[in-house]
């Protein structure tokens, strides 16, 4: 039987993705999103072992395909119904959800590597945090959307509009008629939180066998 070499590498590396905020970043940059591209590309020969996927639902549609479609490729999805402003955009916020699963997985299950792929800096405290535990922090964005401080804070930078038309392949239902994209918007002001988030201590780490 022919040996097949393994090109994993030792590190373990989990993504956390706002999909609406990235969804409109690459839209904004001329491109289209692709999760499973996107999912393989922050892999990378890495050893991936969950991928978060964040999404906000629209209360006026009662089944989104793409949610369906992101279910059945086995990301890990959060969802929450957002709301929609008088200008017609739907509105929904993910940057506390994102900070608590964070710390809870990361202590559980003490990745390597975590890939933020967002388009904010509410979370820069808590990628210093991660940062001071060995934790490397990887920002996944395009350069438009991807905030200074946030992008200065972490160890890496990937420009998701130089992966190449291996992200672009994905057919997305269009925006209904009348409607403007989707926009995540801050319902509160969440960076108090954040940074108390991220000054708390954490759990003690749970013991490897309890993962089984």
Do not use: C
């Not at 409109?24 to 991936?48: P, S, V």
């Not at 699963?101 to 904010?120: E, H, K, M, S, Y």
């Not at 994905?170 to 954040?194: F, M, S, T």
């Amino acid at each position: 039987m022919q040996t097949v070499t393994d090109t994993l590498t030792a590190e373990r590396v989990v993504a956390f993705i706002d999909y609406h905020n990235t969804r409109e970043a690459l839209h904004r940059a001329d491109h289209q999103i692709d999760l499973l591209a996107l999912r393989n590309y922050i892999a990378e020969g890495r050893h991936l072992i969950e991928t978060f996927v964040y999404f906000i639902t629209d209360p006026l549609v009662a089944d989104d395909e793409t949610l369906a479609r992101l279910q059945e490729h086995g990301f890990l999805i959060q969802s929450k119904r957002g709301h929609h402003l008088d200008d017609g955009q739907l509105a929904g916020n993910f940057d506390l959800d994102i900070a608590l699963d964070i710390q809870d997985f990361t202590t559980r299950a003490r990745p390597d590597i975590v890939v933020l792929v967002v388009g904010n800096a509410n979370l820069t405290p808590l990628i210093h945090r991660l940062r001071r535990r060995g934790i490397r922090v990887e920002i996944a964005s395009t350069p438009g959307d991807a905030v200074r401080r946030m992008r200065s804070a972490a160890n890496g930078f990937i420009d998701l509009t130089q992966i190449g038309q291996g992200v672009d392949n994905l057919p997305l239902p269009p925006d209904p008629p009348g409607e403007q994209p989707y926009a995540a918007l801050l319902d509160y002001d969440e960076e108090d939180d954040l940074d108390d988030l991220a000054q708390a201590p954490l759990q003690q780490p749970v013991p490897a066998g309890a993962l089984a």
